[in-house]
C-alpha cells in the first residue's frame, strides 16, 4: 500500500505561484507513474500532469509551460510547480500514483493510490 499526502496549497492572486508537495510512504518502491489531477466544482477531476520512474513528463495542454512537475525519489516527494496561475486553475488538487504504468497517464482510473487533495484558489 502506498500513503499519499499532498500540502502547499493556498490563496493566491492571479499571475502568482504555488508550490504544491506529495508525500509518499508506505511500499514507495511499488510506484511507477506520479500524476496530479484537479477537480474544480461541477467538474470532472482533470489530469494535469504526469511523471514516469523513466523520467518521461506529461501535461494537460491548459497548463503546459505554466506547470512543472518533478520528484525527489530519495525523500519519496513529488512536487508541482505552479506558475502565472489563473482563476480557472482554482480546484482541488490530488496527487496519485500508478503501481503499474500502462500509458494512460492521463486517466483517473489508471492509479492506484490517491492523497486527499489540497485546495488551490486563485483570485482575479
Known amino acids: 500500500q502506498v500513503h499519499l499526502v499532498e500540502s502547499g496549497g493556498g490563496l493566491v492572486q492571479a499571475g502568482g505561484s504555488l508550490r504544491l508537495s506529495c508525500a509518499a510512504s508506505?511500499?514507495?518502491?511499488?510506484?511507477?507513474?506520479m500524476g496530479w489531477f484537479r477537480q474544480a466544482p461541477g467538474k470532472e477531476r482533470e489530469f494535469v500532469a504526469a511523471?514516469?520512474?523513466?523520467?518521461?513528463?506529461y501535461y494537460a495542454d491548459s497548463v503546459k509551460g505554466r506547470f512543472t512537475i518533478s520528484r525527489d525519489n530519495a525523500k519519496n516527494e513529488v512536487y508541482l510547480q505552479m506558475n502565472a496561475l489563473k482563476p480557472e486553475d482554482t480546484a482541488v488538487y490530488y496527487c496519485?500514483?500508478?503501481?503499474?504504468?500502462?500509458?494512460?497517464?492521463?486517466?483517473?482510473?489508471?492509479?492506484?493510490?490517491w492523497g486527499q487533495g489540497t485546495q488551490v484558489t486563485v483570485s482575479s
Open positions: 511523471n514516469t520512474w523513466g523520467g518521461n513528463t
Open positions: 496519485a500514483a500508478d503501481a503499474d504504468y500502462s500509458g494512460r497517464y492521463y486517466s483517473p482510473r489508471q492509479y492506484d493510490y
Open positions: 508506505g511500499r514507495t518502491f511499488s510506484m511507477d507513474t
